[in-house]
């Protein structure tokens, strides 16, 4: 086969989805192509090993530079490099995000992204354990369940913190976000249940899908402004592909700006530096980039509690706000778990608990650009975490009621010395020095093809990339802001909505055929290694 009907790039969180629903017809041929190779180390299937995962052959392992705000060090970024992208090294936590998310995203000028444009497809995709509601479906693919054997620290944690009125939540997707509560898991049988293992494992058999790891996208493919194909190393070789639909973008908040970037889209400036024929100048690839950050605190414990095999580590959280004004999302999220998380400055030995604080809709920005011309160099990342004082108060914030909670009557039975920041950290002075020297990642980078209708927007309200035929953009580098959370699910959600809007626009092109330059098919070679 010289051409399929749509070419999806990256078998991530999003890919898969959009590899699955187009095919379903049985009709529409799709070539999914990722870099990474099928999930096969143990470590993919047992949830307690998730960060085991980091620095092997499943992630890009990428790395900030030099951060001014975080004392100049540079954090590292995992990502997924395999079948399910990121889905297959994350910590599975589900968590959509809160309606005033998507409310704000159509407030901005994307209509059919309000929280009841969206709840459907998120209800689409899953297979709920607790069974069918207003909030959650049963008829899904991906498999949404309660944490099986939940450390007893972990449930005293949402004890504590509605004791002291923050609240009990037994549902963080249901019908408020605030409060305390235990995460809900992809998770299926014990076992990570990746978009890869719900979405794409059981269709591989597909006719009309072919699927082909270990291959690295170089550049898209043009005709003037239309997008014709994908050029992709595979094996040692170049291989050019070509589409008679759509090419499908689905490499993530890091690699989906970086492929536009090598393929001429982007600043113009910036191309020219590096030699890069400019196919559109848009000067807002590669940025908007947004990202929630973490700090720690951690205890000794007095007792044993190693987390079950099962156990995803971040058993329990906390959603909640720390303004009076309760009618937009909660703007602190905290994650628990059983295990003496600590920078490695403040690392104990033995048993131990510890609580993270993030700031949901942080207000620094940063950017991402090309090191140099070549698809195998990493992009230049540049987060500016902590640019905005409000974010580091925040975390100042979410440090003490971390510290109200563990010093409360439930921990007694339970509670050490408190290992990170330790109890010579109790000025607020010493705090944000903390800070600044131990904060890290939460994994989600978001914004780096912004969609919107603005100058500094890159894709429009259908992902379809402004000025350019035949290319979206479909994963996380869409969301014009952070969700209030993790952002796997609403990344889910996303390929889904997609989906739909290929379909439909497909059902348009039907009757008017794209034709591709025939002069352009030449050294196209199909695989199925996966």
Known sequence: MSEYDYIVIGAGSAGCVIANRLTE??????????AGNPANLPEHQVPLDWIKLWGTEADWAYFTEEE???NNRKIYCPRGKVLGGSSSINAMIYIRGSRHDYD????????????????????????????????HGVDGLLSVTDPIAPSVT?????????????????????????????????????????????????????????????????RLLFKGTRTIGVEYLHQGTIHQTFVNQEVILSAGAFDSPKLLMLSGIGNAEQLRSLDIPVVIDLPGVGENLQDHLLV?????????????????????????????????????????????????AYAREGPGFGATVSVTNPQSLGSLTLRSASPKDPPIIRMNYLQSKSDLQKLLAGIKIIREIFHSDVFDHFRGEEAAPGADHKSDEALLAYIRETCDTVYHPVGTCKMGTDSDSVVDSELRVHG????????????????????NAPTIMIGEKAADLIKAANRVLEQVPLAINPDAKRAVVRHRSA
């Open 25 to 34: 017809d049985g009709k529409t041929t799709v070539l999914l192509l990722e």
């Open 68 to 70: 001014p705000h975080l």
């Open 104 to 135: 704000h995203w159509q407030e901005l000028g994307n209509p059919g992204w309000s929280y009841q444009d969206v709840l459907p497809y998120f209800k689409k995709s899953e297979n709920q354990q607790r069974g069918v509601s207003e909030f």
């Open 154 to 218: 972990s449930q005293q944690f949402v004890e504590a913190a509605a004791a002291l009125g923050y609240g009990h939540n037994p549902d963080f997707n249901g019908v408020q976000q605030e409060g305390a509560g235990l995460y809900q898991l992809t998770v299926k049988d014990g076992k990570r249940h990746s978009t890869a293992a719900a979405f794409l494992l059981p269709i591989l058999e597909r006719p009309n899908l072919t699927v082909t790891t270990s291959a690295l996208v170089t």
């Open 296 to 344: 720690t605190v951690a205890h000794q414990a007095t007792q044993d509690m190693q987390p079950a095999p099962t156990s995803n580590i971040a058993e329990a959280g906390l959603f909640l706000h720390t303004e009076e004004c309760l009618d937009v999302a909660p703007d602190l999220q905290f994650h628990f778990g059983p295990v003496l998380w600590a920078h490695p």
């Open 468 to 487: 350019i035929e035949g290319l979206r953009v479909v994963d996380a580098s869409i969301m014009p802001t952070l969700t209030t959370g993790n952002t």
